[in-house]
């Protein structure tokens, strides 16, 4: 029986893996390559990336990709679909517009905006399942799955991580965390940081108790651009072009999969804080912290026993 720790810097952001169990490193550097393959067919600003092939080929013709890419790009298309959904994979020429946590980025003129609107309907997004090819109905359309692929590769490698019968696992690829067995502290529950939007980052406003689960937070605080005395952050409404102004600072969802933490995070982002923890109340298995911007602290009614206030 053996524990390893691996940290490796992939994505853009810092991934963290941990397993106890027998060969452990085995598993570890196992779990790395897998990381490696998925950065290189999912990556959307590589130009050897399957999801670039896509933006460079997919108005023209079908294109076939890797069955996990098609498997994502289907969930995320339903998803987006979904009524009142904030979750919008076709919206990557919005994101392109604004580049918000980049140099370059800048407010778009109001056309700008309304041109680039034609462009971000997720029905567009044409798929076979028997050839599980991708089809783009409009010149233009370009897939984003940044919201939503570090909960599917997280989802992956746990799935990999619990075949090798681990005593405990986790995953942390840039905050999307996703654990397994009993905590390294020995406890049945794993204590998990919720991060306080107001402060800098590794600040916790509180802390929840989970098992086998995985925690997702997105907040208004993680990049934005001050323009003309208003501060924009990254997180789009893409009916109306801009981000989403409502009183949500941050919200967190708690559930068995990573990909679903991720998707709920932004289907629901742009909804009210009631309407949030309404929603998350009707979904079995599924829990949510929502901070509002005046600083109000808020979860699902079956949250209240698993908090620890900072």
């Known amino acids: 029986m053996t524990e390893g720790h691996q940290v490796i810097e992939l994505m853009g952001t810092k991934i963290r893996l941990y397993f106890k169990g027998h060969q452990a490193e085995q598993w ?26 896509l933006k460079k080929n997919a108005a023209k013709r079908a294109v076939v990709v890797d069955p996990e890419l098609y498997e994502l790009i289907r969930i995320g298309k339903a998803h987006s679909l979904e009524p009142n959904s904030f979750l919008n994979i076709a919206i990557g020429p919005l994101i392109k517009l604004w580049r918000i946590g980049f140099e370059e ?15 971000l309907d997720p029905a567009d997004i044409i798929l076979d399942d028997e050839q599980q090819s991708v089809f783009f109905a409009r010149e233009g359309l370009e897939i984003d799955l940044g919201a939503i692929a570090k909960g599917y590769f997280s989802d992956r490698v746990m799935d990999f991580f619990k075949e090798k019968d681990p005593v405990s696992a986790l995953i942390d690829i840039g905050g999307n965390l996703l ?18 939007p107001f402060l800098p980052r590794g600040h916790c406003v509180a802390k929840v108790a989970i098992r086998n689960q995985s925690v997702v937070t997105s907040g208004i605080y993680e990049r934005t651009l001050e323009h003309c005395g ?28 990573s990909l679903m933490c991720d998707i709920y995070t932004t289907r629901l982002f742009g909804l009210d804080p009631t309407s949030i923890l309404d929603a998350v109340n009707k ?12 600083g109000q602290f808020a979860t699902t009614a079956n949250l209240k026993d698993k908090i620890t206030m900072a």
């Open 28 to 53: 570890l550097a196992e779990a790395c390559a897998m990381l490696r393959h998925y950065e290189q067919v999912f990556s959307a600003n590589s130009d050897q990336s399957q999801l670039f092939a």
């Open 105 to 119: 980025a800048r407010v778009p003129r109001p056309e700008e905006i309304r041109q680039v609107l034609e462009r």
């Open 179 to 196: 654990v397994y067995g009993e905590s390294p502290k020995k406890n049945p529950d794993w204590a998990v940081g919720i991060q306080n």
């Open 230 to 257: 208003h501060q924009y952050h990254h997180i789009f409404d893409s009916h109306k072009g801009y981000p989403v102004d409502n009183n949500v600072a941050s919200l967190t969802i708690i559930a068995d999969e």
């Open 283 to 294: 979904i079995e298995g599924m829990e949510a912290i929502v901070i509002t911007v005046d």
